[in-house]
């Protein structure tokens, strides 16, 4: 066996404080009115895994990206690699991915039909993935090639980058440079996951990817899609790419600027929430993101942030949650999974799943990236 060397001790004792900062700060419990409605979501995606380990979109589609996605639902629920009733399936989801890692660092198939023109999505998530899962690696060896491959991936990650700062559906080379909202937040959540698992994430790509949000920044303080055609003020904001940005933003350790405060304005004002009796396209993508946000700021960080807002305006995490969680019980089809009446149901069900798997399960605190 190949020794680990100094770097590789290094790197475990890393992991092992992971390990242990992951386990102490672990959240609440699930309100007691939702646990079944979680139990059978969790139940569906682990039945719809393939025996090889991945799971897919409608007609086989986005098999990176939703074998990532459908990993970290079961993660949220508590389980790891090594223990927790869902650690075979983790591992299966984790042996497909690691084996899905080209010489350059991307994972995924540049060359598959449903993958090839959009390969930084899968490549993203699949990086926040298996962040996520090296630290309770219990195999040396196996946990080595794990680090090794997220240096790699982290590494094309950045080159992949435009010289705006941002990210397109394929790296920067392969897409003339062209750029836009929601990779960058796939791509930043990703590092963010990446360096809290020890893994090396230069300061230049934070940096750029931190500049390219405030530049696509309208006006009303909404994000628009894309740089590329165009930024100070110019443009469309939208309500998505904009509660997308706050989770960036709270990466990076930005919670009072006042970008951020822009940011959640903007959202307060455009946002659909569910059980409003109203739909916005990309319903189940927004609040993959916003919900995160609204969680992290709790019952008061929000006046904090915002002195000025009343009673009413208040964002709190209870407030919020009723109305989402009430939503996705109501919507859950029999057998557990969610369709999606909008954007996601052309993807398919793994995937509004796993985006209202994530959400419900915030309360768990499960994982460092979606801690307070």
């Given amino acids: 066996m190949r020794s680990l060397g100094r770097n590789g001790f290094l790197m475990s004792a890393v992991l092992a404080g992971l390990v242990l900062a992951q386990t102490s700060a672990r959240g609440e ?4 009115e939702y646990q079944e409605t979680v139990k059978k979501g969790l139940t569906w995606m682990a039945k719809n895994q393939f025996k090889d380990g991945h799971w897919e979109g409608i007609n086989g589609s986005y098999t990176v990206s939703m074998t990532a996605l ?22 299966r989801a984790t042996n497909w991915l690691m084996e899905r890692v080209q010489p350059n660092g991307l994972i995924g198939n540049p060359s598959s039909p449903s993958e090839g023109g959009r390969y930084m999505y899968g490549h993203g998530f699949s990086l926040l993935f298996l962040s996520c899962v090296v630290g309770e690696e219990e195999n040396v060896r196996r946990r080595e090639k794990l680090v090794e491959l997220l240096e790699k991936a982290a590494k094309f990650t950045h080159d992949a980058q435009t010289n705006r700062g941002g990210w397109g559906y394929v790296s920067a080379r392969d897409g003339s440079n062209f750029d836009e909202g929601s990779v960058t937040v796939t791509q930043v959540q990703a590092l963010r996951a990446a360096r809290n698992a020890g893994i090396i994430v230069p300061n230049a790509a934070i940096k750029a990817a931190q500049k390219y949000l405030v530049d696509s920044t309208d006006d009303q303080g909404g994000v628009q899609y894309s740089l590329a055609f165009g930024g100070g003020g110019r443009g469309q904001g939208r309500p998505a790419l904009t509660a997308a940005a ?9 919670y009072t600027s006042d970008i951020v405060k822009k940011w959640l304005k903007n959202c307060q004002n455009t946002l659909a929430i569910p059980g409003d009796g109203r739909r916005m396209g990309h319903d189940e993508y927004t609040h993959y993101y916003y919900a995160q946000v609204v969680y992290v700021l709790g019952e008061d960080r929000f006046k904090k942030i915002v002195p000025e807002a009343t009673s009413s305006d208040s964002l709190t995490w209870t407030k919020y949650r009723k109305s989402v969680f009430d939503d996705y019980k109501s919507t859950q089809a029999a057998d557990g999974s969610w369709g999606g009446g909008g954007w996601g149901q052309g993807i398919g ?24």
């Fill in 246 to 254: 706050i989770t960036c933003g709270f990466s990076f350790g930005d």
């Fill in 349 to 372: 069900p793994v995937y509004v799943t796993a985006m209202h798997l994530t959400v419900l399960q915030l309360d768990k605190a499960a994982l460092p990236i979606y801690q307070r």
């Fill in 70 to 91: 459908g990993g970290m639902t079961l993660l949220c629920e508590g389980s790891t690699i090594r223990e927790g009733k869902y650690r075979d399936n983790i591992r």
């Fill in 29 to 32: 419990e699930i309100p007691k």
